[in-house]
């Protein structure tokens, strides 16, 4: 089944510049503007915040915020220990079925302590679930199908592993598996002369064995073709946007996110935020000082970014918090004559 995501927006950029904002901004006004498309809102910081941008409880399930708008904190550790165990299910009856290994009085243990999901690292237990989210083959049909994602990324390191899905995980996994069979290498030295018996291609068991060995590869190939499938998705409706604020590290780091990233998704546009309204930046010299740092800055982030969309939004008078909140700087992003399209699909 192909999936049916229409677009992936992926927001990133440095600590503190407004992603978070500018992702529920986006996904509010999106809301707004297309009641007939189901759009999700998705926080892969490790601090969720979206419940304090929104004022209200979400976590770890699909919330419903308006009638096409969800959003979701979601617990990576928890997806984690779901899948590592269906893959310790799966250790376990292909050792049960293996007439040496299955009678290996350790071997139930050696999986349980060896399979944990913790041994995995946080930044890919995101990207899991990300894949999860991303993966219409992975949804049961109970599931919501969401027409619009809209991301908001931890910055740029992390950010990476989400999209270095594919091969982070298949390592994982590959990891255990060899551990795995060294493990049971090393106890079966002690039984070197039944060993070879297994090994007796006329042996039932052993087409028996080959068949969940061949189980456990495919896992590994699904996993792969998984990856591929989400490598695909997102080269073709991914839609990468940096924030950054008008200053030297946040707009370093755009440009490193900017190479960093580009071999996985596109970049689409790029936000500058909070910036001083130059009507208030005359009338203080200390504002004005500001001011004139941030009208530098604006102008080198502009002349790097020349070939992609740039949207300005200013410093607000207060925090964007709640759907108006949030809707106040959408408006001051976007500007309030703007088409959902130019939204989903930015032209310079
Ligand atoms: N244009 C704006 N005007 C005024 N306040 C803003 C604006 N954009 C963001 N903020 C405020 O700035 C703070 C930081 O914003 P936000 O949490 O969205 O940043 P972030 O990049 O997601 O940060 P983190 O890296 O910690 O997740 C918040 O208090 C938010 O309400
Ligand atoms: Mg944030």
Request: aromatic share 8%.
């Amino acid at each position: 089944m192909l999936s049916l995501i229409e677009k992936i927006i992926v927001l990133g950029g440095k600590g503190g510049v407004g992603k978070s904002s500018i992702s529920a901004a986006t996904a509010v006004l999106l809301s707004d503007l297309l009641p007939d498309k189901k759009i999700l809102l998705i926080s892969f910081d490790m601090a969720h915040n979206l419940s304090d941008l929104l004022s209200k409880d979400i976590g770890n399930t699909i919330t419903s915020i308006t009638s096409n708008l969800w959003a979701i904190e979601p617990d990576a550790n928890e997806y984690a220990e779901i899948y590592t165990k269906d893959l310790i299910y799966k250790m376990k009856t292909l050792t049960k079925q293996m007439p040496l290994v299955g009678r290996i009085p350790q071997i139930e243990e050696f999986i349980d302590t060896s399979f944990t999901s913790d041994s995995i690292p946080l930044a890919l237990k995101n990207a899991m679930f990300f894949q999860k989210i991303l993966d219409a083959e992975d949804k049961d049909s109970k599931e919501i199908q969401f027409d619009i994602i809209v991301a908001d990324f931890p910055p740029t390191a992390n950010m990476i592993t989400l999209f270095e899905i594919p091969e982070d995980q298949v390592k994982v996994v590959l990891k255990y598996s060899l551990n795995f069979y060294n493990s049971i290498k090393s106890a079966m030295r002690n039984f070197s002369k039944m060993f070879k018996q297994i090994f007796n291609p006329f042996d039932g068991e052993y087409e028996k064995r080959k068949e969940l060995g061949n189980e456990i590869f495919n896992m590994i190939v699904d996993l792969e073709k998984r990856g591929e499938r989400i490598t695909d998705l997102i080269h073709s409706v991914g839609s990468l946007r940096l924030v950054s604020i008008a200053e030297k590290p946040s707009f370093e780091e755009v440009k490193r996110a900017r190479d960093l990233t580009n071999k996985y998704i596109n970049l689409d546009a790029v936000h500058i935020n909070m910036i001083i309204p130059k009507k208030h930046a005359k009338k203080c010299d200390f504002c004005s000082q500001i001011s004139s740092i941030q009208q530098r800055y604006l102008l080198e982030i502009k002349n790097e970014f020349k070939n992609t969309k740039i949207w300005e939004s200013n410093r607000l008078k207060e925090e964007p918090i709640g759907l108006n909140g949030l809707r106040t700087l959408a408006n001051e992003i976007y500007g309030v004559n703007i088409y959902p399209v130019d939204i989903l699909n930015p032209k310079i």
